[in-house]
């Protein structure tokens, strides 16, 4: 029924992902406001990067029936959490709470569901901080709430889990060398938090014997 109305008139469908589209530029520019902010006032800049994407057509229908949800529009937009997602790349693992407590401050910003899994690793060995919220878009004669997942991960964090990404969808690994990939790339991802956590307390330690005299600069420059 879903695919004939696809078949029908994508109009509805089409409006919908272009909602998704408009939410990820809000949260995107609220990041960028951020990372500005912590540029001029600290001197330092904790988002290393952004990426954001739109769930393909192909995965959405694929995730629609795995979860066996109802094909319809209202229901995907309840049920489907990560049709919008982005994705914020910090250098250190303390900026991503820093950088994810100040954006979950923002009055339009509704949690919906928070999963860290940098405190609890998946058993694939997979970190990151995950955020489901709601952020309003404003529409000529609405505000809508979208929902959009947020993951927060190190520069670490990310190349793991882009590597692993690779294999999880690979089909044709013969199942020994499979059980090899996993456990390598389970080995690989305590010594990549090892490490997260060693430049994160180098880190601390320059911050600690920063110079006194370094004043939080502002917009303006003194004459
Ligand atoms: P893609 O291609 O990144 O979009 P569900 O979303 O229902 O499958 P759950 O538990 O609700 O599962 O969501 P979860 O696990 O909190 O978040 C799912 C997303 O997190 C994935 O999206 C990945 O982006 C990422 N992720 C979670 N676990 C792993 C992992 O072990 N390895 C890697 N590389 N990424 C992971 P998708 O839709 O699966 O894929």
């Not at 670490?156 to 390598?184: C, G, T, V």
């Amino acid at each position: 029924e879903f695919l004939d109305m696809m078949q029908r008139n994508r109009k509805p469908f089409d409006l919908l992902m272009s909602y998704y589209q408009c939410a990820i530029m809000e949260i995107e520019t609220k990041f960028k406001v951020l990372n500005e902010e912590y540029s001029l006032e600290y001197d330092k800049n904790p988002i290393e990067g952004i990426k954001s994407r739109i769930k393909s057509y192909d995965s959405l229908l694929k995730k629609i029936r795995r979860k066996d949800i109802p094909m319809t529009l209202e229901s995907i937009e309840k049920n489907i959490t990560d049709i919008a997602g982005v994705r914020v790349i910090c250098s250190f693992p303390a900026d991503i709470y820093e950088v994810a407590d100040s954006f979950l401050r923002q009055d339009d910003i509704t949690l919906l569901e928070r999963k860290d899994y940098i405190q609890n690793p998946k058993p694939s060995g997979y970190r990151s901080l995950h955020l489901i919220v709601q952020v309003p878009i404003f529409l000529q004669n609405e505000k809508k709430p979208v929902t959009v997942e947020v993951q927060f991960r190190t520069i670490a964090m990310d190349f793991w889990a882009s590597l692993e990404h690779k294999m999880r969808y690979k089909k044709n690994i013969p199942a020994e060398q499979m059980k090899y990939l996993q456990d390598e790339l389970y080995d690989c991802a305590e010594q990549s938090a090892a490490l997260d956590k060693r430049m994160q307390s180098i880190r601390n330690l320059i911050a600690e014997n920063k110079e006194e005299e370094e004043e939080p600069k502002g917009f303006f420059l003194p004459l």
